[in-house]
């Protein structure tokens, strides 16, 4: 048995007799409440399932109908105090007078007993008491707190009205209450009433419209669950639908809609063609135009700055996004039958920079007018999946439209080259101190996009757009090697010789990569792409390009560019010279016209490491990023007892998702793999742990180490893992990452790194389970302040939503904590989940927050003199696996003859049930000394266990040993503490 060390933390010891009397404590259901949770699950199903009769109803989901499933699910009948009942029964009628007599005697004689006694009957007997509440204003779905006394500790015998109208309590506790300020929620004053007794806050809660300042953070964001959602962002090969609405403003409305209309059709044909040629038609492009432009709710410079940034006021995109999706829809259009939605907004001619490369599920504006005004906007809109979006204005050239299109598709390579994020733009130069740093933007659409270039190779390969067998790829080593190679350009229809390629690909490690590739102007042709490519004195209108692609951590403020030629600016034609003296590699174009058109060339690749042995540039560390889920595959924590993960493992034997759920104040594992790439491995390479509390959107740089390690060595092409001790301290949730700290001769230190934001989470209950408050940080990774817009993701049926923001303004590198909440809002049993196989609704919410900042651009491009549009830039995110677990508990004995040097431990859990997770912990004289093993409960919900009581030096201390109890990461039953006894040896 494994032997860790730890310090008890003293409320382990102070809550001995408290847990001693949790164990008497229980809820006997009222069978009228247990009739109306099946009933209200199968309402929530029904109504789930059944279609209805308009778009607008199939989408929309309000928070209000939010509050009818739970009450229907989850509804309580109101309850006074029941003086003589035993401690374990709740409340069933109220009585006038207070009888300390008619108590059982069992709970006067104790006074922790009957302080918990008390508490339950108080709020009963004197009523509530509101101290205070926060914030004292805000936009409807808001989560309002509420201080006090004598609220009830059961969520649902709180009735709380504001101005009035009923609003749902979320979490509830003696003390402080968690209220959701619904969408017909008007300014007025905050009404606890708890049987025959109503409490009155001091003054009003104000209801306050959309913040749409330049420094103002977002509104909330309340969403039903409509399903799993896709992974991820659009898939470019086959058809991508997209749905473009006009929006107008109340001052600038077009004299001729028709013609604008006929404008976008145009551009977006041109689009369709784009793809179509670019990807061999891989890439369907469909679009449809809504008939009447969406009205916005002000006028234009209540949107569109044109006199400063000339662009989308920051806080305003999600209002137009907002309208432009109900007015899609009140046309009947199905938002789930899209995968973009093209916000147009109508600027007159006037030039604005146009958005891409953000996503959403939820679409969520209040205007903050009473509810009962006929004009008042409330839009709540969930999708079954969620889509991207993109801003533009009716007359921007149709190559914007291509490239901010290109920015919501996937398989693109990232900062850290993994190809599972959107477009980048890294080949632009306006934003650079020397512009002339970014040479490939003339030959990229993800640069110049007003000349029309098609995209380079890295992008062409990673978009799938080439057949494997027109990928030429060579990897680079230190043997002496030589190569001829003919490469033909990207025409209009994909080549078919066997004996010419498309692309060559020249790999030098995962950080860095070489792609040659032959460029054509059109001609007389019907290509539509690379007519304005530089080609300088070049026969046929074309010849080579190199283009050097650093698979690094490239920063938003970063002064390097992702994508960037290795000549000058131009294609190049026969007797030219491209190299890379460093690694002795040389790229000769020896004929530049073996064939018109397509035109083919033929190159030389060659390289002779016969240089001094220099181990520079030679070999290349990593550790694998983040997936789209925020998780790292080299990245795992493994707890007591060691080597059996909570989850399966993957090809390479590292476990799935975060390996096992951490154990507080016990000794984990975390654990990490190192690789090496290149052409040699890697010696005594140090390896930094980092943890920080909580998990988070973004990364301002305050991580906090936990230890070192050095790996003696990592052979050529191999990994090896290392890990390091971790003891949490406390019960939250953490984000991890590690760090190979960069060596010479290393070609990158870029992706020497990867995080780890996932951790599970249970929402524990029975009718209905309860809403689980997950504290989340969004960080600011750039040095000034930026708006850090947030997107919520995969929320499943029969699971409710809420952060309390759409976007968070932030300081250079600060950050700021909000609660994200996450609801299972039916009972518990219609989720699948344990042994539960037939529940109606997924038992596992696997949710997701991603975070994005925006990043604009104020010189204009060198040829086409328009200004770069602007996008999203992701910058990370956390994913909440939130299971539905039943509220349990745990009560547990030690067996009375048994043998000195060890304690056999009986207990059983409540509700009974079989093949549980127990951890069974021993806490030795010492205070520090931990023995701990693992079981699982029989089918009656009973488990035995034998734990060694011996020290490392095996031997018995003598004193005072602590057992324990754990329901930990069981698949039925929430996690859970016994009582904890107490042997002298």
């Known amino acids: 048995m494994a032997k860790h060390t730890r310090t008890i933390p003293l409320r382990t010891r102070a809550s001995t007799k408290k847990s001693l009397i949790a164990g008497r404590k229980g809820k006997t259901q009222n069978p009228a409440h247990k009739s109306a949770a099946n009933m209200g699950a199968r309402r929530l199903e029904r109504k789930a399932a059944e279609p209805s009769r308009a778009h607008k109803a199939r989408a929309t989901v309000s928070q209000d109908q939010t509050v009818k499933a739970e009450r229907q699910v989850g509804k309580l009948e109101n309850r006074g105090p029941a003086l003589a009942t035993p401690i374990g029964k709740a409340p069933s009628r109220p009585l006038e007078v207070f009888n300390l007599n008619k108590i059982d005697p069992a709970i006067r004689k104790s006074p922790i007993r009957l302080k918990d006694w008390l508490d339950l009957h108080l709020p009963w007997l004197v009523g509530p008491h509101i101290a205070s509440f926060e914030p004292s204003n805000g936009q409807r779905g808001t989560i309002m707190t509420v201080r006090g006394s004598n609220f009830a500790p059961t969520r649902t015998d709180n009735l709380v009205t504001i101005g009035g109208t009923s609003a749902p309590v979320l979490a509830a506790s003696n003390n402080e209450l968690k209220v959701l300020v619904t969408k017909d929620v008007d300014t007025g004053p905050v009404e606890i009433k708890v049987g025959t007794h109503t409490a009155t806050g001091v003054g009003n809660f104000e209801i306050t419209g959309y913040p749409g300042g330049s420094d103002e953070d977002g509104p909330p964001v309340f969403a039903m669950g409509a399903g799993a959602g896709d992974a991820g962002d659009v898939n470019p090969i086959g058809t991508i639908r997209v749905l473009a609405v006009v929006c107008q403003a109340a001052d600038k409305v077009p004299a001729n809609l028709a013609n604008v209309r006929t404008a976008l059709n145009d551009r977006w044909t041109n689009v369709q063609t784009f793809y179509n040629q670019a990807s061999y038609t891989r890439t369907n492009v469909q679009f449809d135009i809504v008939n009447a432009a969406a009205a916005l709710d002000g006028n234009f410079a209540d949107f569109v700055d044109l006199a400063g940034a000339q662009n989308v006021i920051s806080g305003q995109k999600n209002r137009m996004a907002a309208i432009a999706a109900q007015h899609a829809q009140d046309e009947g259009f199905d938002l789930n039958n899209y995968q973009m939605l093209c916000v147009v907004i109508f600027t007159n001619g006037a030039f604005i920079r146009a958005w891409g490369g953000v996503d959403t599920q939820n679409f969520s504006y209040d205007d903050g007018k009473p509810a009962s005004d006929s004009t008042h906007i409330h839009i709540d809109i969930t999708l079954a999946q969620k889509i991207n979006l993109l801003w533009i204005n009716e007359n921007a050239n149709w190559g914007r439209f291509a490239h901010e299109f290109g920015h919501n598709i996937v398989s693109a390579p990232t900062e850290t080259g993994d190809g599972s994020a959107t477009l980048g733009e890294d080949v632009y130069g306006s934003d650079l101190v020397d512009p002339g740093a970014a040479t490939a933007q003339e030959f990229e659409l993800m640069g110049d996009h007003d000349s029309h270039p098609i995209f380079t190779g890295y992008h062409l390969e990673k978009l799938g757009y080439y057949q494997g067998v027109n990928i030429k790829e060579l990897q680079w080593d230190r043997n002496p090697h030589s190569e001829e190679v003919d490469l033909i350009a990207h025409g209009l229809a994909e080549d078919n010789n066997a004996n010419r390629f498309h692309l060559l690909k020249i790999k030098i490690s995962n950080a860095l990569t070489y792609f040659v590739e032959v460029r054509q102007r059109p001609g007389t042709t019907t290509q539509i792409f690379d007519d304005s490519i530089p080609v300088g004195a070049a026969p046929n209108q074309g010849g080579v390009i190199v283009t050097r692609v650093i698979a690094d951590e490239m920063h938003n403020n970063q002064q390097t560019r992702f994508i960037t030629l290795m000549h000058d600016d131009r294609v190049q034609i026969a007797n030219d010279i491209i190299e890379d003296p460093a690694r002795a590699l040389r790229i000769t174009v020896l004929n530049d016209s073996v064939q018109a ?73 975390f654990t990490a793999r190192v690789h090496v790439s290149g052409a040699m491995g890697a010696s005594n390479v140090k390896v930094t742990f980092y943890a920080i509390t909580p998990p988070g959107v973004g990364d301002n740089g305050n991580w906090a180490p936990i230890s070192v390690k050095t790996i003696a060595n990592i052979p050529q092409s191999g990994a090896i893992d290392t890990f390091c001790n971790w003891v949490p301290v406390v019960g939250k949730h953490t984000c991890l990452k590690v760090y190979a700290s960069q060596q010479f001769g290393e070609i990158s230190g870029g992706n020497n790194g990867a995080q780890e934001n996932v951790f599970e989470f249970q929402a524990a209950g029975s ?219």
């Not at 993957?650 to 759920?661: C, E, H, M, T, V």
């Not at 250079?812 to 989940?833: L, S, T």
């Open 597 to 669: 058109r397509p035109l083919v060339c033929r190159v030389r690749v060659e390289w002779s490491q016969t240089i001094a042995d220099d181990p520079n540039g030679s070999f290349d560390l990593n550790v694998e990023p983040w997936d789209s889920n925020w998780q790292s595959p080299d990245i795992w924590v493994d707890r007591d007892p060691f080597g059996a993960f909570d989850n399966g493992t993957d090809s390479q034997g590292r476990p799935l998702g975060n390996g096992d759920k951490p154990w507080v104040n016990h000794i984990n594992q």
């Open 767 to 985: 009718s209905p389970a309860d809403p689980l408050f997950i504290k989340t940080a969004v960080r600011n990774p750039l040095d000034e302040p930026r708006a850090v817009q947030l997107s919520m993701r995969g929320l499943p049926l029969g699971w409710a939503a809420q952060i309390p923001h759409a976007w968070v303004w932030l300081e250079g590198k600060a950050e700021k904590e909000i609660d994200v909440m996450v609801w299972p809002v039916a009972d518990v049993n219609v989720y699948k989940f344990g042994k539960n196989r037939e529940g109606r609704f997924p038992g596992t919410a696997p949710f997701r927050v991603a975070g994005f900042i925006e990043r604009g651009y104020d010189v204009a491009m060198d040829i086409s003199g328009t200004v770069p549009g602007s996008r999203f830039y992701a910058i990370g995110g956390t994913f909440y696996r939130v299971n539905v677990r039943r509220k349990a508990t745990i009560r547990m004995e030690v067996e009375g003859k048994e043998r000195k040097d060890s304690v056999t431990v009986h207990g059983a859990v409540a509700p009974a049930r079989g093949g549980q997770r127990i951890l069974v912990d021993v806490l030795l004289p010492d205070g520090k000394t931990h023995r701990s093993t693992e079981t699982k409960t029989k089918a009656n919900g009973a488990f035995d266990a034998q734990i060694s009581l011996l020290d490392e030096d095996q031997k018995l201390q003598p004193g005072t040993y602590w057992v324990q109890s754990f329901i930990f990461n069981a698949d039925e039953l929430a996690d859970a503490e016994s009582n904890v006894l107490h042997m002298t040896r």
